[in-house]
């Protein structure tokens, strides 16, 4: 096999030209092998020797019946940490450069990087970030006891064999992994460089973990991507819904890390009596349950990330998305024993193809189960348990774009009572004017217990699109961007669905599912005003007054938390106080930008003034 194939750049072609030995992958079967250390082996341990510090093991790979699983050693390695991407260019930016984080210019780390590849056993392969003619093709070179790593990268993003690389293949993205430099160079702390070139896009993975690189890395450059040709990789899960009675309505479900895209994806999980439970007052210890006899078909378009891509949208009104993905990174914390999701644990217990485990406690040649979540500490699992599940393997699965008819947006929430009052005054789901729904994307909060991220204190925000973070130019041109899809796609619907509780009641996700299984049997028939009440707080826009789905009634309290005994109105108006200060706080700094859109700078304001719900209702209209 010959490298030049690839038409690497001219830095990358020095590597791969005098590095000790270079594997050129073309399937994923070779990737396993590769990461279980060859030679039919079943255990591998991924480690370096570092100056000064004497061999340290990053990782450990246990080819198991249904895969390969990898484990970390440290906990702080389990899941991404939300401050690990810097750029390492002089491009507008507003996220922190490598010189302001570190004190130095990037060149020098950069330097350093590329000569210890060479002197490291190699394996590279291509890919297509994105999609063929709305992404980029890619190469990745990595080392090769890290297989794992490339093995992830390759099922998420995909892999081109040798023998069916396209003559015209021209790398405008690659990714470079270092897990060394980890600890010579940054304290053990996660961090993925961005280093965008005129003609390159480089990706400096510096940890072994493939969150913030193989997977949010390769959407930091699709976003690039879009920025300049002004289009948006969307955050989000997608899935068309089908009735008992074949009425479909596609729904795109966006949130922070853990605002449940991937529970969206889902049926609804129910007791073994076969009724769903509502939720769980966390005071009294009362339980309510839902009886819904057949709900509704889930067919999976997106799991994380969605093309919003130009050539895809028509005249309808509706906006269109693809998968800008081959498979999923899909996190499992929510299955705690056997039988929670009998669909998605024989799936990954028995799958068609071999899968890629991060977190789960299973032993070479036996069986990895997703609700086996290693220990963080003893009596103290993982929150970030995860497995990568190609997108052919799933059932359902839905291929090509989709109209969106309903846009909704996940808020993980803590409970709320008189004596604790937090912003947990979520009700079941909110519907929102599309102006309202734009200014919640651009807050996007991270919410209450976010299983994804390394924890940060209080309510913090992912920011515009909940994919702020593995954004890497300016804010104000993707609030832009996102702003422009709200007033172009105007036959969209919005709503706001909270998770984990509401009020004084522990609901996990089924809030996403009740009002996925309601809205589709309803259909996107415009609401009559009496149907509809303005919440107190009108960053929450509508509820309702009543909610029957299949002549069941939910519980009032559920969709107007203040009606809880256990909330009341005074802690409610201490939530709500707490959201517009979230709100304000994150607001500000558009408001100032003399680069925001007109409209977006009039919807700001109608917020920092305290604008009711018709105030937004202005800005933007619906189409009918």
């Not at 997608?238 to 605002?259: C, I, K, L, R, W």
Request: aromatic share 10%; charged share 20%; proline share 7%.
């Amino acid at each position: 096999m010959n490298f030049q194939k690839y038409h690497p750049s001219r830095e990358a072609e020095d590597i791969l030209t005098h590095c000790p030995k270079l594997t050129i992958a073309s399937t994923t079967a070779e990737l396993i092998e590769l990461a279980c250390g060859g030679n039919d082996s079943h255990y591998f341990e991924v480690a370096y020797q570092v100056p000064k510090q004497g061999k340290i093991l990053e990782a450990t790979v246990a080819r198991v019946r249904n895969g390969v699983v990898v484990n970390y050693p440290e906990p702080y390695m389990r899941r991404r940490d939300p401050d690990c991407v810097v750029i390492g260019d002089e491009l507008a930016t507003d996220k922190e450069t490598y010189t302001q984080r570190f004190g130095t210019d990037f060149v020098q780390t950069r330097a350093e990087t590329l000569a210890w590849l060479k002197t490291q056993e190699l394996a590279m392969f291509g890919f297509v970030a994105g999609q063929p003619n709305m992404g980029v093709d890619a190469l990745a070179i990595v080392p090769a006891n890290a297989g794992f790593f490339a093995l992830g990268l390759a099922m998420l993003q995909g892999i081109i064999p040798y023998d069916e690389l396209p003559e015209n293949f021209s790398p405008k993205a690659i990714v470079y992994t270092a897990p060394i430099f980890r600890h010579t160079h940054f304290q053990g702390k996660q961090v993925v460089v961005h280093n965008r070139q005129p003609q390159l896009h480089e990706i400096f993975s510096f940890n072994l973990y493939p969150g913030p690189s193989a997977k949010k890395g390769i959407y930091g450059v699709l976003i690039h991507l879009g920025e300049h040709e002004g289009w948006v990789t969307a955050h989000c899960s997608t899935a068309q819904v089908v009735t008992p009675y074949d009425n479909v309505v596609t729904f795109m479900h966006e949130g922070a890390s853990g605002s449940g895209k991937s529970e969206m994806l889902e049926q609804a999980h129910r007791e073994s009596d076969g009724r769903l439970l509502l939720g769980e007052n966390i005071l009294t210890g009362e339980q309510r349950f839902l009886e819904i006899p057949r709900t509704c078909e889930v067919h999976p378009v997106t799991d994380d990330m969605a093309l919003c891509h130009p050539s895809l949208q028509t005249s309808g009104g509706n906006l269109t998305v693809t998968d800008a993905e081959h498979s999923w990174f899909v996190r499992v914390n929510h299955i705690t024993h056997y039988g929670t999701d009998v669909d998605l644990e024989q799936l990954t217990a028995e799958p068609p193809t071999p899968l890629l485990f991060f977190n789960i406690d299973a032993v070479p040649k036996s069986r990895a189960l997703i609700w086996e979540h290693i220990q963080d500490a003893p009596g103290q699992p993982c929150p970030n348990p995860r497995v990568i599940i190609p997108r052919q393997i799933v059932p359902n699965i839905v291929e090509g774009a989709v109209a969106v008819d309903i846009r909704s947006f996940g808020v993980r929430t803590p409970p709320c009572t008189k004596e604790q009052p937090t912003y947990g005054i979520i009700g079941l789901f909110h519907l929102l004017p599309p102006a309202l729904a734009w200014l919640w994307r651009l807050v996007a909060p991270r919410g209450h217990a976010n299983p994804s991220v390394v924890e940060t204190e209080g309510m913090s925000s992912e920011g515009v699109g909940s994919y702020w973070p593995f954004a890497t130019g300016r804010k104000v041109d993707q609030a832009n961007l996102l702003l422009h899809q709200f007033t172009t796609h105007l036959r969209t619907r919005y709503i706001l669905c909270p998770n984990q509780y509401i009020g004084a009641w522990r609901v996990g996700f089924m809030p996403q599912w009740v009002a996925r299984e309601y809205l589709t049997r309803r259909g996107i028939a415009k609401f009559k005003p009496e149907q509809l009440v303005e919440a107190e707080c009108p960053l929450l826009g509508y509820t309702l007054p009543q909610l029957l789905v299949e002549g069941r009634q939910v519980p009032t309290w559920l969709l107007q938390v203040n009606a809880q005994l256990e909330v009341g109105e005074e802690a409610y108006t201490e939530g709500a106080n707490i959201l517009y200060a979230f709100f304000r706080q994150h607001l500000a700094e558009f408001a100032e930008d003399e680069d925001l859109l007109p409209l977006g700078k009039e919807i700001i304001r109608v917020c920092l003034e305290g604008g009711t719900v018709t105030d937004y209702k202005k800005c933007i209209p619906v189409m009918t």
